[in-house]
């Protein structure tokens, strides 16, 4: 989902930083963090294509980049239909 959201930002024009500096740089956050920086950053704001995902508050619910070594009991399946479908929009404005 993340390199989904990526590329997309790559399609519509945006660059990752020159600067010594990845920290203030979206293309080096994980997705929580990502959503947030795009979404607060004016300049993003004008990408209709990624707005649709940074302002939807039900987009990725529940993720966070910490499962990936969590026993996976605590995730439950409609997280997981309702985060495939996430993935499958971006993937369309690809």
């Not at 590329?7 to 956050?29: E, H, I, Q, R, V």
């Not at 963090?33 to 707005?51: N, Q």
């Amino acid at each position: 989902m993340e390199c989904g959201i990526k590329a997309l930002m790559l399609d519509l024009g945006m660059k990752p930083t020159t600067s010594a500096s990845k920290g203030d740089d979206p293309f080096y956050a994980h997705f929580g963090r990502l959503k947030t920086m795009l979404r607060d950053d004016i300049h993003t704001r004008r990408f209709e294509d990624l707005r649709k995902f940074t302002e939807d508050n039900h987009f990725m619910e529940h993720w966070d980049i910490a499962m990936r070594y969590s026993d996976g009991k605590g995730i439950k399946g409609a997280w997981v239909d309702r985060w495939r479908q996430n993935a499958k929009d971006v993937m369309a404005e690809i």
